[in-house]
Each structure stands twice: as structure tokens, then as C-alpha cells.
């Protein structure tokens, strides 16, 4: 688990979301997991770190990778919101959760 990931656990508890588990391995035969998942709602949450210092979401293979990730997801019903780790400091992650739990979008 990264720092960042345990921000965003500490969010979601703050605000009441205890529906999410972390690790969820949501493929019944690939080895692929979600760092959150709420299994009830079809909703995955992905923290990409190092995205500025060329980690592995973004070089070319690990990029792939995660394309035929979240591709079979949508394909299974899954909605899958991916955050940079900025957006978990500085809260916009947790926004965009909370519109995926409620429903809606706002500008």
C-alpha cells in the first residue's frame, strides 16, 4: 500500500464510505485487483502514483497493462475512477467519489 492510498482510506472513512475494500480482486481468473472497491455499487477506485517521474502507469507496458485492466472491468459493470496522488492530497478525489456514490456529476 502506498501513502497516498492510506490518505484516501482515511478520507473515505472520514466522510462514512466503509464500503470499500482495499485489494479487491474483482477478476475470477486473472490476478487483477483494485486498490478500493465497493463490490455493492460497481465502483473501483485506482491510486496512480509516480506519474510524473515515468512509474510504471505510465511507460509503455505497464500503460498496456492497464488498459486491458480497466477495459475488462467496464466490460464486467465495473465503474473504474483512476486519481494521480495529488488529487488524493488535495482532495478532488474524494469529490469525484462522493459524485459516483451520489449519482450525479456537477461542474
Not at 39 to 58: D, F, S, Y
Not at 75 to 94: E, I, N, T
Request: hydrophobic share 40%; proline share 4%; glycine share 12%.
Amino acid at each position: 500500500m502506498s501513502k497516498p492510498e492510506d490518505v484516501l482510506a482515511f478520507q473515505l472513512g472520514v466522510v462514512g464510505y466503509h464500503g470499500f475494500e482495499r485489494e479487491y480482486r474483482f477478476h475470477p481468473v486473472r490476478r487483477w485487483r483494485f486498490d478500493f472497491a465497493n463490490p455493492e455499487i460497481k465502483l473501483a477506485l485506482e491510486v496512480e502514483g509516480a506519474t510524473w517521474a515515468q512509474g510504471r502507469h505510465t511507460r509503455g507496458s505497464g500503460f498496456e497493462k492497464d488498459c486491458e485492466k480497466y477495459n475488462t472491468a467496464a466490460l464486467m459493470g465495473w465503474r473504474v475512477l483512476r486519481f494521480p496522488s495529488g488529487w488524493v492530497d488535495d482532495g478532488r478525489a474524494l469529490d469525484a467519489v462522493e459524485q459516483a456514490v451520489m449519482g450525479g456529476a456537477h461542474d
